[in-house]
C-alpha cells in the first residue's frame, strides 16, 4: 500500500506561480512511476504530468508543457509540480497519483485526496 498525500493548493492570480507537493509513504518510492491529474467542476479527471523512475522519463500534457515542470526527491519521499505562468483554465482539484507504468490513463493504482488550485483572472 502506497498513501499519498497533497499540499500546495491555493488562491493565484492569473500568471502566477504556485508548488504542489506530494508525500508518499507505506511502499520504495523510487520505483514507483508518479503524476499529477487534475479534474474542473463539471469535467471529467484529465492527465497532467508523470515522473518515471527509469532514466528520469517525464511526460506533459500539451497545454502545460513550458509551464509546468514534474519533478521528485526520492530521499524524501516526495513529487512536485512546479506550476508556472498559471491560467484560469488550470483551476482545478489537482490530484496525485502512483503506479507502475507511466501513462496519461488514469490506471494508477493509488490516489491522494487532491488539493484545490484555483487561478483569478
Known amino acids: 500500500q502506497v498513501q499519498l498525500v497533497e499540499s500546495g493548493g491555493g488562491l493565484v492570480q492569473a500568471g502566477g506561480s504556485l508548488r504542489l507537493s506530494c508525500e508518499a509513504s507505506?511502499?520504495?518510492?523510487?520505483?514507483?512511476?508518479v503524476a499529477w491529474f487534475r479534474q474542473a467542476p463539471g469535467k471529467e479527471r484529465e492527465f497532467v504530468a508523470a515522473?518515471?523512475?527509469?532514466?528520469?522519463?517525464?511526460v506533459y500534457k500539451d497545454s502545460v508543457k513550458g509551464r509546468f515542470i514534474i519533478s521528485r526527491d526520492n530521499a524524501k519521499n516526495t513529487v512536485y509540480l512546479q506550476m508556472n505562468s498559471l491560467k484560469p483554465e488550470d483551476t482545478a482539484v489537482y490530484y496525485c497519483a502512483a503506479g507502475t507504468s507511466v501513462t496519461a490513463d488514469p490506471n494508477y493504482d493509488y490516489w491522494g485526496q487532491g488539493t484545490q488550485v484555483t487561478v483569478s483572472s
Open positions: 507505506g511502499r520504495t518510492f523510487s520505483r514507483l512511476v
Open positions: 515522473s518515471g523512475w527509469f532514466r528520469g522519463t517525464t
